[in-house]
């Protein structure tokens, strides 16, 4: 088997598995069992085909309530030449589901016939007349079920290798079985590692780090069909590692060990694999999760003398192998590396085809880079505006667990491309299904806590709120460029001190658009609890010994700043930190929080957020502007109404520094 110690093209890699697991014996079906046919068979894979033991329905069957009749003798039949037909011997009662006499060939429907007693007159039972009159004709077959309408004795119902849902459980009822041999579920065994890592429920300790890793991926294996067992945390020790994963090979179908993997002192993951069997790869470029490990476990013990001594019988199964994958730590890289590398061989140890998402071609919104020699999955957030649908490139980090919940969709770079220009089609795998897409509003410019909460509400409106942090003077060139239904924006005009229109002007001369006011709020420095270094203004920023940390060009609180640091008569050049930026309040605020910085400015809620202090310095407003195309669509309807909703209005007064007397009101309505 070939050894990879470097990083390896993706799909080297993984026919480098592949072909280890068929040499192994372990490329195919891992084994059969048959299970009682109820609720709990849905979801499973079917190990063998179901095969019809008997037809349905297994007679002719009436399918209304009325009389089984020979059609041929209601030919002639006619509102004024109706025929009468004499019970039992040319017609007969049946109810729904009833079988057909022999003789009979057609139902007529009750309500299309008239019952009669033998001198004439109207029968008191409908369904037990002497006669029946009817005043239309019927055809063979008309209103009855025949033999074998729905499956035929022998007809292949479902094959192997299907995933039973809800209905196929009928299916196969109808058709004669009362058990289904499905595969049996992979076991598959996750061995979270690391001294730092703490459990779900721990208060967390200055360097302390929660493993959930083991809980996210525990459930993507579930939902590919195998059974996980999470094992407690294993400290840094190379032997009790080696010893937890030679306990799960003994029972486990595979092993997803999360453990360090990159070239290092603490690389146990590759360390274990070379001890315990055979490393197959050490290393795939991809991004994120570069320092995937690929392995074989050898179950069989050694001997002193290096002999293997096989002495365990038929538990080995039909091999002595067990497949590991050694995991990266961080989340997204962790993730990301089950659904490639674990989904496929589940997915051929139960028979079934591996899962595809959906493919729809996207726009990008920005220009992104990427390393020329990985294959890149990028996060994006995806909305339709307009006649395009549109990807915004979300965090891109390995540890942001968060840009997998906020991800509609991956965007694959290949290895080789270097990147992709804003305004690019790419194609992109959907999360998400294109109709909650089309219900996406998407909202591209300054960020606000509010955005979020505004998305709360609009999640009871069967509306997704989408928000990508770019600043208020991208927010504006988004609109421009017609890569969004609104923009957040609170650029003041150092001439005037009015908000947002001269830069409408500017940015959108020949787009109409609605300028609706959301809050006045407070911005102020955010600095650490007790304001250690005694930050009260602006001007304490030119200090040598205090760290700022600013927002990014073109975002309204840059400008801001920048204004009032010019009417000081502060030289940005003496602000410490001036240069080093981030793209939202929390942002901000969490570089305070961590000592990244003494102060920034932003607002209170961000501040309160993370538990630190606050400065208050200026007041201003906060709008939304939209695009009128977009402000009189049915799209948007339902966030004007949350506008005018007071139960939105009393949550957002809530958080500390906003004002809603504005709410709502239009500052301009311009002209389609």
């Known amino acids: 088997m070939s050894l990879y110690l470097h990083d390896i093209p993706l799909s080297q890699a993984k026919q480098a598995f592949r072909d280890a697991l068929q040499q192994a014996g372990l490329w195919q079906l891992l084994g059969k069992e048959s299970i009682p046919l109820d609720e709990n068979a849905m979801g499973r894979v079917l190990a063998e085909a179901i095969w019809a033991l008997r037809s349905s329905p297994h007679y002719h069957a009436a399918a209304m309530d009325g009389f089984a009749v020979r059609a041929e003798e209601t030919r002639g039949a006619q509102p004024s030449a109706p025929i009468t037909l004499e019970l039992p011997e040319a017609a007969q009662y049946v109810d729904t589901g009833d079988p057909l006499p022999d003789w009979a060939n057609a139902v007529i429907p009750i309500e299309n016939i008239e019952s009669l007693t033998r001198d004439g007159q109207i029968a008191l039972d409908v369904r037990r007349p002497d006669l029946i009159r009817i005043r239309a004709a019927t055809v063979p077959w008309h209103h009855v079920r025949p033999l074998g309408e729905d499956i035929v004795a022998t007809q292949l119902v479902l094959p192997a290798g299907h995933v039973l849902r809800p209905y196929d459980l009928g299916a196969i009822a109808a058709s ?47 939902a590919m069909g195998a059974q996980p067992t999470r094992f407690p945390i294993t400290s840094d020790d190379f032997d009790a590692i080696c010893a937890r994963v030679e306990e799960a090979a003994q029972t486990h179908d595979l092993v997803l060990l999360n ?8 690389d146990f993951s590759s360390r274990v694999v070379e001890k315990l069997g055979t490393l197959l790869v050490h290393g795939v470029a991809v991004r994120p999760g570069h320092p995937v490990i690929l392995g074989l476990i050898d179950k069989r013990r050694k001997t002193n003398d290096g002999k293997t001594n096989d002495d365990s019988g038929s538990a080995l199964g039909p091999s002595p192998f067990v497949p590991i994958i050694g995991v990266p730590g961080y989340p997204v890289s962790a993730a990301l590396t089950v659904d490639i590398f674990a989904e496929e061989v589940i997915a051929h140890w139960l028979g079934r085809r591996p899962a595809e998402l959906p493919v729809e071609t996207v726009t990008l919104t920005r220009k992104v880079t990427s390393p020329p020699g990985d294959d890149d999955f990028m996060r994006v957030a ?16 390995a540890g942001v667990i968060t840009s997998l919940v906020r991800a509609d969709g991956l965007v694959l770079i290949p290895a080789g491309v270097q990147g992709v220009e804003a305004g690019e089609p790419v194609q992109a795998r959907l999360y998400r299904s294109k109709q909650e897409i089309d219900r996406t509003i998407f909202c591209i410019g300054s960020h606000d806590v509010i955005l979020d909460l505004m998305a709360q509400f609009l999640s009871d409106h069967e509306r997704r709120l989408v928000s990508a942090n770019v600043g208020s003077q ?113 942002g901000v605020a969490a570089a305070v929080a961590s000592g990244r910085a003494d102060c920034g400015l932003g607002i209170p809620a961000a501040a309160l957020a993370l538990e630190l202090d606050f400065v208050p310095l200026y007041h201003e407003r906060y709008d939304l502007v939209i695009p009128q195309v977009h402000a009189r669509s049915d799209l948007l309807a339902p966030l004007f109404d949350l506008l005018k909703l007071q139960a939105f209005q009393n949550a957002v007064r809530a958080l500390p520094g906003y004002d809603t ?3 709502g009101k239009v500052f301009l309505e311009g002209e389609e």
């Open 176 to 222: 004669g079985h009362e058990s289904v041999s499905v595969a049996r579920p992979p076991r598959v065994a996750i061995l979270p590692t690391g001294t730092e890592l703490v459990p779900i429920g721990v208060e967390l300790k200055r360097g302390d780090i929660l493993e959930y890793n083991s809980l996210v991926l525990a459930a993507q294996v579930k």
């Open 661 to 663: 007397s504005i709410m």
């Open 382 to 397: 995806i909305g339709r505006v307009g006649d395009k649908v549109l990807a915004a490139p979300i965090a891109r980090g």
């Open 259 to 266: 453990a360090g993997s990159s070239a290092g002192a603490e």
């Open 474 to 586: 991208g927010g504006l060139v988004a609109l421009r460029r017609g890569e969004a239904h609104l923009a957040g924006s609170h650029l003041l005009d150092p001439e005037t001190g009015e908000y947002n229109l001269r830069y409408i002007r500017q940015y959108l001369p020949d787009v109409p658009v609605r300028l609706v006011g959301l809050v006045k709020r407070e911005q102020g420095l955010i600095v650490r609890r007790g304001n250690p270094k005694g930050v009260r203004s602006l001007q304490d920023l030119a200090r040598s010994e205090v760290a700022f940390i600013n927002r990014q060009r073109g975002a309204g609180t840059r400008v801001l700043l920048d204004y009032h640091l010019q009417k000081l008569g502060v030289d940005p050049a003496t602000v410490h930190g001036y240069a080093d930026e981030e793209y939202t309040h929390l």
